[in-house]
Structure formats: structure tokens, C-alpha cells
């Protein structure tokens, strides 16, 4: 089945900054990669996704790349702000959706 | 994207009992999923739910502890049977809307806290 490593694990950076968090996949018959955003006590928002016919999106400061043949996906937010402080999963999908194992963002004011 | 809601929003129970979880979406759709997400970790799927036909278990969840139904497109229950405290979790309802193959989106979640 499709595993899904996440990294890093924690992330820190300046308000400002740009932050990239990267995950893998194992399965190449994958063919969908969303992105969740998770604040504390709520529920995954989903920001962001790309198919494996695309090689990246945009949308405002969040960007997505996919490399189907390294089959590694990144988030890319950019201009970081005090609200963008949050755990965000990657996941790929072929029918089932797995997930990486998360990353706790913290943007320092 | 769909507008979905759980019942109850949380929940404290005590070990050997049993706790049904109820989610309902305000649109028609056809595939809906169970998951549990244990404090700061990732999401784990228990079962995708169907209307019409048995839910689909992953590996390490039987239908046995977490019996499913699925009445119709608007509407499934997770029952979560004999507790115990390793049980205590978030437990998240997700629906792939019909003009959205493969993406899904989430309930706001049951925390359960089993004693």
C-alpha cells in the first residue's frame, strides 16, 4: 500500500520568511496530492491539491510542485504570517487517501 | 465544498460501554470515510462507507469494534463497541463531494475520552 513520509516535523520561521515542507510517496499509481492545514482543535482544512497530470499550483502565497518520477510533492507558502501557524499534512491518494505523519509550522512575529 | 456536521462533539465514557458517532452532510454523496486521529498525530483511516454496500475496514480495524452504517447518501454512524482508554481519540468524518473525485473534506471531529 501507499506510504507517506513528511518532513520536517516541526518547522520554524520568521514572519516573512518562506517555509517549504516536502513529503514522498511509494505508490506511483498515485495520482492525487492534497494538502491540510490544521489549527489546533479544529478540523483538516484542505488549502491546496494538485493531480499527477500538473507539475505545480499556485494559489496566493501557497504553491504546490509535484516530481511524479522522484514521486516527492512540496508545499511552498510564502510571506509567512502569525495565522499560517499550524500542523499541515500532505497526503497522496489512488482511491485511498494516506497521509504523512504531519508538520507543526510556528511563525514567529 | 460540502458543510458537514458530528454528533456528539465530544464525549467522556466509561471503559465497556459503547459510543455511537454520528455524522451527517448537507448534500448527496456517495463515498464517506471514517478516521481516528490520536493527539499530535497524523490521520488514520478506519473505513470507507459506501450507501449500499459493507464498509471497507483497513488493516488493524474489524467491523466488530467499529461497526459502520450508512442508511443513505446524507448520513453514517460509527459505533466505537467496548472501550478502552486506548480508544480516547478524534474521530473524523470525511466526504469526497461528487464533483471532486478524490478529494475530501472533513467533519469537525468527535473527541472521545474513554476512562
Known amino acids: 500500500g501507499e506510504n507517506v513520509e513528511q518532513h520536517p516535523s516541526t518547522l520554524s520561521v520568521q514572519e516573512g520568511d518562506s517555509a517549504v515542507i516536502k513529503c514522498t510517496y511509494s505508490?506511483?499509481?498515485?495520482?492525487?496530492f492534497p494538502w491540510y492545514k490544521q489549527e489546533l482543535g479544529k478540523r483538516p482544512q484542505l488549502i491546496i491539491d494538485?493531480?499527477?497530470?500538473?507539475g505545480e499550483k499556485k494559489d496566493q502565497r501557497i504553491a504546490v510542485t509535484l516530481n511524479k518520477t522522484a514521486k516527492h510533492f512540496s508545499l511552498h507558502i510564502t510571506e509567512t504570517q502569525p495565522e499560517d501557524s499550524a500542523v499541515y499534512f500532505c497526503?497522496?491518494?489512488?482511491?485511498?487517501?494516506?497521509f504523512g505523519a504531519g508538520t507543526r509550522l510556528t511563525v514567529k512575529p | 465544498s460540502a458543510v458537514i456536521s458530528q454528533k456528539p462533539s465530544r464525549d467522556i465514557c466509561q471503559r465497556g460501554t459503547s459510543l455511537t458517532i454520528q455524522c451527517q452532510v448537507d448534500?448527496?454523496?456517495?463515498?464517506m470515510f471514517w478516521y481516528r486521529q490520536q493527539p499530535g498525530q497524523s490521520l488514520t483511516l478506519i473505513a470507507t462507507?459506501?450507501?449500499?454496500?459493507?464498509?471497507?475496514?483497513e488493516s488493524g480495524f474489524v467491523i466488530d469494534k467499529f461497526p459502520i452504517s450508512r442508511p443513505n447518501l446524507t448520513f453514517s454512524t460509527l459505533t466505537v463497541s467496548n472501550m478502552s482508554p486506548e480508544d480516547s481519540s478524534i474521530y473524523l468524518c470525511?466526504?469526497?463531494?461528487?464533483?471532486?473525485?478524490?478529494?475530501?473534506?472533513f467533519g469537525p471531529g468527535t473527541r472521545l475520552t474513554v476512562l
Open positions: 497526503a497522496a491518494s489512488n482511491n485511498d487517501m494516506r
Open positions: 494538485i493531480r499527477s497530470n500538473v
Open positions: 505508490d506511483s499509481a498515485s495520482n492525487y
Open positions: 448534500s448527496q454523496v456517495t463515498m
Open positions: 462507507a459506501n450507501q449500499g454496500s459493507e464498509a471497507t475496514y
Open positions: 470525511s466526504v469526497e463531494p461528487p464533483l471532486g473525485p478524490d478529494t475530501q473534506y
